[in-house]
Every structure is written in structure tokens, then in C-alpha cells.
């Protein structure tokens, strides 16, 4: 595991890009998961820049979501479709055949589970995972107490993690009450990971796994071990011991 700490927005924005990149670069119609959530926003910007300066992304990459709300379409604009469309898929320009979005509002789960599982198959398996971190420590939805041998699955959210996300507008339902999630056993077996930590209230969770000790309670330290993990952080997260930013 590398751990780079970056002082400014900018600096960790162009970090994660680099990664991306080198990861999409990494062979021929790579295959790369992708997070939601605040923290990779600035991340979809410095990509939509580079392409805007002509540094695009390879054509015949593909991609997919790390996770969904259980019961939102790929049409709802509070879904994580909507978001990686209005984000990344349409200022990127990529093509809808190089997606795989998860349906959140399939009718058999279980079969959207497995429709998923046979997409990760058939595209080679995952080159770069891209994750975000939870409060509590979940990467994707796979929260504290996940079977990590899971591929993706239906899971139930904690009410933290249903606290955390971006409120409805005003009108709209709540936040759902579970997820579909590529599993942990999907995300270890990706030749590269990418972990973008950004922001005092996970502190605790990025502890965890600075502590190097894999702990069922923290599903961020299923990550340890990784033969290719580069966690990307907020220098103001830096543990005393490490020296700068205290
Ligand atoms: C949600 C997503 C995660 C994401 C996390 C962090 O729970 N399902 O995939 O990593 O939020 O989001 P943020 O970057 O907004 O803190």
C-alpha cells in the first residue's frame, strides 16, 4: 500500500486523474469501476479539462458503478447512474455500449446481482478499482459485517451511511434503505485500486487502515495486502506519528 498526501484540492484531483489514466492505460480496452459520493467530483473535473485540452480518455475503455440504490432506475436523477452520467459518462463523451450502469430498480435482484458478476467476467475482470470511503469504513455499500468473499450483492444500509448521502429534494423519497454493491471479493481481485480519502469525518475510517490490521468491523482493511493499492488523502488526515500537518 502507498499512501500519497496531498496538500490541495488541485494536487489530489490531478493525483487521482494520473492514476486513472495509467490504469486505463494498463491494456487494451481496460476495464475500470467508479465511485459517486463528493469526494471524486474533482476528480470528473480534471478529466472533463484534459479532454476539453484534448487529452482524452482511450476510446475503448469500459466502465462501471460501484454501487446503486436499491428501487432507483438509471433515469432517477438521485440515482448513481444519474450522477456518473451527468459527471463523468456525458462530458467524457463515452459510449453507452463501454457501460454497464447497475439497475437499481430491477425487477429480480438476484439476477441483476448475477448480470453483473457475468459483465465483470466477460469484460476481463476489474483493471482499476476507483473507491471513495465511508464513514464507517465501507468502500462501495459493502458495510461493517459484509461477507468479503461476496461478488455484487443486495445490501442493507446503515443509518449512518443513509445519513451521509446528499439530502432528496424536497418532494422526492428518502434515502433507500438498501444498495447493490459489487462485493469485496470483486473489488480485492482488481489488478489496481485506487482509494480517495478526502475530509475530517473519515479520519476514523482511514485510521483503520493505516493501523494495518484487517478488522471485519472496518471493510476498508480487506483492502490490506493489495499487491497494487495507492491511497490518495487529505494531508490534513495525517496521523501525528507521520510527522507534517500537525
Ligand atoms: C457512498 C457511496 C460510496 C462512497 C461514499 C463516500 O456511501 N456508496 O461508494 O465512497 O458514499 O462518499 P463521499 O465521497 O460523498 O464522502
Redesign the pocket.
Known sequence: MKVVWCEEAAAFDRAAADRLLQGLHARDKAFVAL???????GLYSELARRAAGGVGLPRRARYIN??EFVGLGRGDPQS?AAYLQRHFLEPARIDAERVYLLRGDAPDLAAECRDADAVVARWGGLDLAV?????NG????NEPGSDWSATTHVVR?TEQ?RA???PPPPGAPGVPEQ?I?LGIATLRAARRLLL?V??A??REALAALLRGTVDPNWPVTSLIGHPDLLVLADAGLRPMEDGAGH
Open positions: 465511485p459517486t459520493g463528493r469526494t471524486p467530483l460501484l454501487d448513481y473507491l471513495g470511503l465511508g464513514e465501507h468502500i462501495a455499500f444500509l451511511t451521509s448521502q446528499a444498495g454493491t480517495l478526502r475530509g469525518s473519515k
